[in-house]
């Protein structure tokens, strides 16, 4: 029987692919910190003006801003990589061709911006 080979701890610092899988994966800390943060704000705004006031000032903190930019950073890579594992997750045929990768991913942001432009227009107008 063989032995089953022994790989580092480093096995991702290899190749540049490995590395970013390794950092979409880590986006996901930030992301799901941002989700906490979020639902506390819910729940403020929730629970009345004077709690939401106070959460107000702990939102203006430059660590905060800090992490919200590093959050939404992370969110634009997650949401890049996503878009570009489309074709391989979704094989379209169009009669006996394949449609072209780029078609793809480009529906994939154009629904993207559509629905952004929808809750935007929902929410801020």
């Given at each position: 029987?063989?032995y089953?080979?022994?790989r580092?701890n480093?096995?991702?610092?290899?190749?540049?692919?490995?590395?970013?899988?390794?950092?979409r994966?880590?986006?996901?800390?930030?992301?799901?910190?941002?989700?906490?943060?979020l639902?506390i704000l819910?729940?403020k705004v929730?629970?009345?003006?004077?709690?939401?006031?106070?959460?107000?000032?702990t939102l203006?903190?430059?660590?905060?801003i800090?992490?919200?930019?590093?959050?939404?950073?992370?969110a634009?890579?997650?949401?890049?990589?996503?878009?570009l594992?489309?074709?391989?997750?979704?094989?379209?045929?169009?009669?006996?061709?394949?449609v072209?990768?780029?078609?793809?991913?480009?529906a994939?942001?154009?629904?993207?911006?559509?629905?952004?432009?929808?809750?935007?227009?929902?929410?801020?107008?």
């Open positions: 029987m063989p089953p080979r022994q580092s480093t096995w991702y610092l290899r190749r540049w692919p490995y590395r970013l899988f390794m950092l994966e880590f986006s996901s800390v930030f992301l799901a910190g941002y989700t906490v943060v639902l819910v729940l929730h629970n009345g003006a004077a709690s939401f006031a106070d959460f107000r000032e203006r903190s430059p660590w905060l800090g992490f919200n930019v590093v959050a939404l950073l992370f634009l890579f997650h949401t890049a990589t996503w878009f594992a489309v074709p391989s997750a979704l094989q379209l045929r169009i009669g006996e061709e394949k072209e990768p780029r078609i793809l991913i480009g994939a942001y154009g629904v993207m911006l559509f629905t952004s432009a929808v809750l935007l227009a929902i929410f801020v107008v």
